[in-house]
């Protein structure tokens, strides 16, 4: 996608907003955006103070994949479980409205929002301690897809999701939707453009090399791979590395693959993500990867075996800071 195609998606989103928020207020009516958020009068409020930044006010729908959420702009108290909106919240300024975290869970780079409210674990949410709050807002997202309705009797909630087909639309959406509550829409229209830069580079890279990719997952001692289409691939997607084997099913846990299905494979870029690491339970990838068939394929040889960063690849992804750093590491990797 090129920066033109960007910048025209986040023209559209904007009017689009606008214009829902316009028909809300004949029909009761407030408009969606592409990623499964959207945000009405928060597009108007961006609109009306263009280029001041100044923080909106009055109601803002947000809808998404599980419903709507209605809440006051600018929310001063938001209980965030996705990690991703958070480093979006934490780009844009925002952490002094933050007021509860998944703290047991948080990826070192978020580590200072420890000093939140600690409600409970990305699958186990403390709903007591949420409660306690008195959030503004409640953000979650596929690990807590299952509570959604006893969140919303608490608070708006709003679900934020990646389209994996759509990746950085999807992503540059959310983004959006998360800035026009806050009035920061400038800001983040900055940090996308410098990203979708650093997209434009890193695909010029992976098609000048030539070689093609393999994504595995390491987890207790085994492995699973991701290829086109999957959580992890924007690397063949977005970032151009064409797939070592474009047949891989497009599972929520990948494909189980043993290092005989690498070796046959023989990718030119090898990237792993480290699971075991990523929930604190030691560096094991490394053991799982470094074997004799393995350690024959060209990604071997050419010293392209990449260990991603789980804490942005497997905690949180999706957001500002993470995504940005995502895309760093693929095409230094390049």
């Not at 004949?26 to 108007?44: I, Q």
């Not at 702009?73 to 480093?87: I, R």
């Not at 005989?260 to 792993?272: D, R």
């Amino acid at each position: 996608m090129n920066k033109a195609k960007w910048l025209s998606l986040s023209l559209i989103l904007m009017l689009t907003l606008a214009l829902s928020a316009c028909g809300a207020s004949n029909n009761g009516n407030a408009g969606a955006n592409e990623g499964g958020a959207a945000a009405s009068n928060a597009a108007v409020n961006a609109a009306a103070n263009a280029g001041s930044e100044a923080a909106p006010s009055g109601e803002v729908t947000l809808k998404h994949k599980l419903g709507e959420a209605t809440v006051t702009a600018n929310p001063q108290k938001v209980v965030v479980f996705d990690f991703g909106a958070l480093d979006t919240l934490d780009a844009l300024g925002l952490e002094a409205n933050v007021a509860g975290v998944p703290a047991k869970n948080l990826p070192p780079y978020l580590e200072k929002y420890s000093s939140k409210e600690n409600v409970g674990g990305l699958k186990e949410p403390d709903f007591e301690k949420v409660n306690s709050i008195k959030p503004d807002l409640i953000i979650i997202s596929g690990r807590q897809q299952d509570s959604y309705e006893e969140f919303a009797k608490i608070a708006p909630t709003l679900f934020v999701e990646l389209d994996q087909s759509n990746y950085f639309e999807s992503f540059s959406s959310n983004v959006n939707t998360l800035a026009g509550l806050f009035g920061k829409e400038a800001d983040a229209q900055a940090k996308l453009d410098d990203i979708q830069a650093a997209v434009g580079s890193a695909s010029a890279k992976a098609g000048e090399s030539g070689k093609k990719g393999l994504i595995v997952l390491t987890a207790g001692g085994k492995m699973s791979a991701y290829g086109v289409g999957s959580r992890f691939g924007i690397i063949h997607d977005a970032l151009g590395v064409e797939a070592v084997d474009p047949s891989l099913k497009v599972e929520t846990h990948g494909q189980s693959v043993t290092s005989e299905f690498i070796a046959e494979k023989n990718p030119g870029y090898l990237f792993v993500i480290d699971r075991d690491a990523a929930l604190g339970e030691g560096d094991n990838a490394k053991g799982v990867i470094d074997n004799e068939l393995v350690n024959k394929t060209d990604a071997a040889k050419d010293g392209k075996i990449v260990y991603l960063s789980p804490q942005y690849w497997y905690l949180s992804g999706g957001g500002l800071i993470s995504v940005a750093e995502m895309v760093k590491e693929v095409e230094a990797a390049l």
